[in-house]
């Protein structure tokens, strides 16, 4: 049942077994997965069905980040959430993305591969990427793709799935959750409040409003947290104000070790060998990309984080370093300051001077100079890459509030040296590989680093480690089930929890994960810990 | 619209004054390639007058390298080179040092 609590004329009281926080991927899923197990289970969600913008505005920073892209934009507070606008680009994490390496400050999660996985293939049915799996053999050997890398050393195919058109998780599975007698959705309840005992450590309650400064409680047995990566951390932070850090934040951790997955081009593969492009097809409504990452032994030998690599067809224009060259003295020298290279700078732009005036042409003439600048010339590598935890990463309180008297948030964020080194490294692991099958040549474009890792630098906008995962509250926020540390019925699901990131986008182990979570609530509720 | 490739023009023109002055032909490949940029020339030459003990005909000569040899024998070499991460990078470029030595020699005697 849906309910609009906007409608409601005065204060109600709700009782519940289950009260999800969040109708979004984690809380649909949840929802589903334990409506044949409980009588009662909530849904509280902040938006509708359709986008509003004033509640989108809930998500404004208190201040915009300077690098980092504001959450106002890369999440959708509605129900079905982000996935109401993201590619559907799913892969699952690999087996040493989940162990300690001891490489990777902070990296290691408290449980293993093998424990997510079993949830990996009920995870793509709900993002209706098909049953068949992951692996690069099968999928390479099922669409006949070529494997340019298949004698390399360093080098191997992973593999990504989309649903075509994208799975939007309400539109495509609401209707299982909307029409269920267990299950009721509250639609335009905005939490804003967590009763918590400390005597028994339960949650007893959590207050929402309806947007008609009237505020409703919800009792429920058990209470899970399906926000998203940042409002995760924002409202536990919040909760924590009132009762003095109890919940997972007694050593600190709380928005902490915030990463994504920053997307760069970051390197260029010069190579005639068109074969590259057979790398991805279109298959029975779904689109399955293959795309280059380093094996596993690359990654321990050369202690390195691992990168996806998708290659994208680029023409002179694209590939050329005159524009790029062009750009960064102009940046400069409006500074009144010289460039790092400033002499290799002029060079390129006085060599590639065709390219610049082509560039000058269509942006500011809307028309072409030079019908060669289109010629197909190699691959750009728009990759993707691992971000280490680290602590001064975070989610933060600020001191601006929203309409409900919550502090907004403030982002700190930044690409360390050390990831920055790690991601040279792995490139040139793959440019030894390029070489050695003489596919190409591949340049890493180091010298554009003031460019790349400041207002070019992309993003998956995949909010992860902010509530991670830990065996300790000393380590992390919830433990090895997502129950938060000093609680007894509290959870949270998301990839706020995600220790580590990998190299690919969340959603499918998000969903695996919420998958096991429900295998959890349902055991505690046989053991009668319910 | 103008229909004019500069790039082909300049690697044509600089593989021909190559070829001349080193007598190879079968050097021809390696250097007519589009991701080099003319900066890469002299920053391969500096980097091995800074970092190699030998010349870079001595090099070549160790590795059996001289102008008789095939296109496949020296791309075999520089294959060798990938393998055995006997590679430098220069302006980003991850090149073979069989590679780099060709280009230096070349780019000495012009």
């Not at chain 1, 991927?25 to 969600?45: D, H, Q, R, S």
């Not at chain 1, 750009?380 to 008297?405: C, S, V, W, Y």
């Not at chain 1, 190409?440 to 207002?455: I, Y």
Request: with cysteine; net charge negative.
């Amino acid at each position: 049942m849906l309910v609009d609590s906007s409608d409601f004329k005065s204060q109600q009281n709700i009782e519940a077994d289950i009260c999800i926080m969040g109708g979004g991927v984690a809380g649909i899923v949840l929802a589903n997965e334990l409506k044949e197990n409980f009588a009662n289970i909530v849904i509280l969600e902040s938006g509708g069905e359709e986008y509003q913008q004033n509640i989108q505005e809930l998500y404004a920073p208190a201040k915009e980040p300077s690098i980092y892209p504001s959450p106002l934009h890369s999440r959708l507070r509605y129900l079905g959430g982000a996935s109401n606008h993201w590619s559907n680009n799913t892969s699952p994490l690999d087996r040493i993305d989940f162990e300690k390496r001891d490489w990777i400050e902070n990296s290691g999660w408290p449980i293993n591969y093998d424990e997510v996985t079993p949830f990996y293939e009920k995870a793509a049915v709900y993002c209706q990427t098909g049953t068949d799996g992951y692996s690069a053999d099968y999928w390479v050997h099922k669409l006949a793709l070529i494997n340019p890398y298949k004698n390399s050393r360093f080098t191997e195919i992973g593999m990504a799935k989309a649903s075509l058109p994208p799975t939007r998780f309400y539109a495509s599975h609401g209707d299982k959750i909307n029409n269920h007698k267990n299950i009721t959705i509250y639609k335009h309840a905005n939490v804003t409040d967590i009763l918590y005992s400390q005597q028994t450590k339960d949650i007893e309650q959590v207050t929402f409003n309806s947007y008609t400064n009237l505020e409703h409680k919800v009792s429920a047995k058990q209470f899970i947290m399906c926000f998203g990566g940042i409002e995760n951390a924002r409202m536990l932070l919040h909760f924590n104000q009132k009762y003095e850090n109890k919940l997972g934040n007694e050593f600190d951790n709380v928005g902490r070790y915030f990463m994504d997955h920053p997307t760069l081009r970051a390197a260029n593969l010069y190579s005639k060998d068109q074969s590259f492009e057979s790398l991805s097809k279109y298959e029975q409504e779904r689109f399955i990309l293959a795309f280059f990452q380093l094996k596993e032994s690359a990654l321990r030998e050369h202690e390195t984080t691992n990168l996806r690599l998708p290659l994208d067809r680029a023409s002179e224009y694209v590939l050329s370093d005159g524009i790029s060259s062009f750009h960064i003295l102009k940046d400069n020298l409006s500074n009144f300051e010289l460039p790092n290279d400033f002499g290799k700078h002029v060079s390129n732009f006085v060599l590639d001077i065709d390219m610049v005036m082509e560039a000058v042409a269509r942006k500011s003439f809307d028309t072409k100079i030079f019908d060669s600048a289109d010629d197909f010339s190699g691959y750009q590598i728009p990759l993707m890459m691992e971000q280490t935890p680290h602590r001064d990463n975070r989610i933060k309180l600020g001191n601006a509030k929203d309409k409900f008297g919550i502090a907004k948030v403030e982002i700190e964020w930044e690409l360390k040296n050390e990831d920055r080194t790690r991601l040279w490294k792995s490139l040139e692991l793959f440019a030894k590989d390029t070489g050695m099958l003489s596919l190409g040549r591949v340049r890493l474009l180091k010298e554009r680093s003031s460019r790349m890792f400041s207002d070019q630098i992309g993003f998956g906008h995949h909010h992860m480690g902010t509530t991670r995962m830990a065996n300790s509250p000393e380590q992390g926020v919830v433990d090895s089930d997502q129950k938060v540390f000093g609680t007894n019925n509290f959870y949270i699901a998301g990839c706020s929890v995600f220790p580590t990131g990998g190299h690919v986008p969340p959603t499918l182990t998000i969903v695996a994960l919420t998958l096991r979570l429900a295998e959890k609530l349902k055991e505690e509720k046989q053991n009668g810990r319910v | 619209m103008v229909e004019f490739n500069r790039r082909k023009f300049l690697s044509v023109l600089g593989c021909l004054a190559v070829t001349s002055a080193s007598g190879n032909a079968n050097l021809l490949g390696l250097l007519n390639d589009e991701n080099l940029k003319v900066s890469d020339f002299e920053q391969i030459s500096l980097y091995w007058q800074h970092n190699e003990s030998t010349s870079a005909s001595t090099f070549l000569c160790n590795k059996g390298v001289d102008a008789t040899c095939s296109q496949e024998y020296i791309e075999d070499i520089i294959i060798q080179d990938f393998k055995q991460d006997n590679t430098i990078i220069i302006n980003g470029l991850v090149i073979s040092k069989t590679e780099a030595a060709i280009i230096v020699s070349a780019y000495d005697y012009l």
